[in-house]
């Protein structure tokens, strides 16, 4: 396909891809081009695709079921899609190296973000390779992490304090709460296709390695946050109205960078399930 180039952005993770529309009906030749580069690149961006929320949608299912957030809103007559609208009266909350939804048995396989309203300056996302970051560890760190587990909590990104406030948010957030308690996910994940170890605890869900007693638990979180965050690891993306990223969720994480308040930014998500990490 000589008319679709991909163009990389950084040795850790990241490119470019153009020729490429994504309010068009994606064909198996092109489906496959892009689940190839998204396994090579981890997270992949388009310029200028000013996707309706049902284009989105339909995009997103080519690579799986999609989730529905239970506590962000979303687009009324297309829930698969949530809105991260942001400013001076809805703080950001995902200015933390995170990765999304970990909180659930099957975290998800990867999303596809639009830009839709942006501020003048500011608003940039970071993403960091988690299996760059783990080859850059020590065999003997490597071995140390490999097999352990970590627990992952809904509430340590939305906690009741912000999200339960009012009579009808408090009940979202305990029905939410019973139907997502803390569960643990390994500290090391294993790709399910490419085979390759990723760094899989992040500062937005985990609390705690489980095999640790909690000062050496903390040190060891606080030690990885840290690493998978040098810049090295990480791609940094300037956006512009209607570009998209799509990212591999699996063995990335990534940061919204809250530069930009009191101007507002306005951004729709579609989040595609994957499986039980291993």
Not at 56 to 82: K, M, S, W
Not at 218 to 227: E, G, P, Q
């Amino acid at each position: 396909m000589p008319s679709i180039e991909i163009t990389s952005l950084s040795p850790a993770l990241g490119a470019v891809v153009s020729g490429l529309s994504l309010d068009e009906p994606l064909d198996k030749a092109r489906h496959a081009l892009l689940h190839e580069a998204l396994l090579r690149h981890q997270v992949l961006f388009f310029r200028d695709q000013p996707l309706t929320p049902a284009r989105q949608r339909d995009f997103a299912r080519h690579f799986g079921d999609l989730h529905v957030h239970p506590i962000y809103p979303n687009v009324p007559e297309t829930p698969q899609i949530l809105v991260l609208d942001t400013h001076a009266d809805n703080l950001p909350d995902n200015d933390n190296w995170h990765t999304d939804v970990t909180f659930i048995a099957t975290p998800p396989l990867g999303a596809v973000l639009a830009a839709k309203q942006l501020p003048a300056t500011g608003g940039d996302t970071l993403w960091s390779s988690g299996t760059a970051a783990f080859d850059a560890l020590s065999p003997r760190l490597q071995a140390l992490l490999d097999g352990l587990t970590a627990t992952h909590d809904f509430a340590k990104s939305f906690p009741a304090s912000r999200h339960g406030i009012s009579d009808a948010g408090r009940a979202q957030w305990e029905a939410t709460r019973a139907r997502h308690p803390p569960l643990s996910h390994p500290v090391i994940r294993t790709h399910p296709e490419t085979g390759r170890k990723a760094i899989f605890v992040n500062e937005g869900f985990t609390l705690r390695i489980d095999q640790l007693p909690p000062p050496e638990s903390d040190a060891l979180l606080a030690f990885l946050y840290a690493h998978i965050a040098r810049p090295e690891f990480t791609v940094r993306w300037r956006w512009q109205v209607n570009d998209v990223a799509f990212w591999d969720n699996r063995v990335t994480q990534h940061y919204a960078v809250a530069d930009y308040l009191p101007a507002r930014r306005v951004m729709h998500r579609a989040t595609i399930l994957g499986d039980v990490p291993v």
